[in-house]
């Protein structure tokens, strides 16, 4: 089917299916996706009834422990059949890691994201969410699905939470890996950046105003002239300080286990998509992507 932006839709299921049954190719603007990955939490707390028991709808409460069985060979045998890159890349997987719980949770990545990109619109952008656990094989992924020449960036969310290094540094950050389906991408970063504070004699380049009383810095580089206005905000970096869903925000926390901010869905969403866009987010959580767009009035 093809889909309405304007009639948003929420599918419950196996998400490559529903990619492969009810998205239309080339129809998503903005994809966003974190896939869990080991740690060792159930997910069953969309699907609870009010009195808190399971519904009967759910045979099975989803764990994100991967574990390599028939059912991961399967999923393998079938990526490498397809051939290209993605099946060399795994191939290669395999030669490094082993039949082992990443090699399992990487071929249950790699026909997703193959789904994904089918999905995008050529001037679409794909946002992966993950911890260091998996973000360097994540990464390789990505660039065998999507073409090393379409990454962007990779930002890392710096959350200020986490656990205590005692024979390491702590671990305080998640990486968010962007891609985009070709060059031709929509992409407006001062949507979420902030304004420029400089002063004289704190930077280089010419200081004036123009024929409106708009303040700028004018900087020459390579023979180009680049002026920046102190009123524009600047484009932000590639480093998020967004503080994690304080334990008593009641307004915000539902006590998923990897439930994620909404300022940083927000950051996301505003940078890389559009009012009447469509967004997508295949797996989903418990919901703060599709609550962010709706509020945004996506």
């Known amino acids: 089917m093809t889909v309405d932006p304007k009639k948003n839709l929420l599918w419950y299921g196996d998400n490559l299916g529903v990619l492969r049954r009810e998205v239309a190719d080339e129809s998503v603007d903005l994809v966003y996706l974190d896939p869990p990955f080991n740690s060792s939490a159930t997910y069953n707390i969309l699907f609870a009834e009010q ?44 030669k490094l890691l082993g039949d082992n719980d990443m090699l399992a949770y990487l071929s249950m990545m790699a026909p997703r994201l193959v789904q994904l990109k089918r999905v995008l619109k050529p001037t679409g952008s794909i946002y992966l969410h993950c911890d260091p656990t998996a973000s360097a094989h994540l990464r390789l992924l990505m660039d065998a699905v999507f073409g090393p020449e379409n990454f962007r960036n990779e930002i890392i969310w710096h959350k200020n939470s986490g656990g205590i290094g005692r024979r390491a540094y702590s671990r305080r950050h998640d990486t968010l890996l962007f891609y985009s389906r070709s060059e031709d991408y929509y992409y407006n970063g001062k949507a979420i950046g902030e304004l420029r504070e400089q002063k004289k004699g704190t930077f280089g380049g010419y200081f004036g105003a123009d024929e409106d009383g708009r303040e700028y810095r004018e900087v020459r580089k390579s ?60 797996f989903c959580g418990c919901g703060t992507t599709i609550a962010v767009a709706e509020r945004l009035l996506w």
Do not use: C, H
């Open 223 to 282: 023979g180009k002239i680049y002026k920046y206005y102190m009123d524009e905000p600047r484009n932000p970096e590639d480093v998020w300080e967004v503080a994690q869903i304080p334990e008593r925000d009641k307004t915000q926390r539902l006590g998923y286990p990897t439930q994620k901010p909404e300022a940083l869905l927000e950051r996301i969403i505003k940078a890389s998509s559009r009012e009447g866009n469509l967004v997508l987010d295949p």
């Open 51 to 94: 009195n808190g028991s399971r519904a009967a709808a759910q045979a099975k409460a989803f764990e994100d422990t991967w574990r390599w069985d028939q059912e991961a060979a399967t999923a393998y045998r079938q990526v490498v059949q397809a051939g290209g890159r993605v099946s060399e890349t795994m191939q290669g997987f395999r």
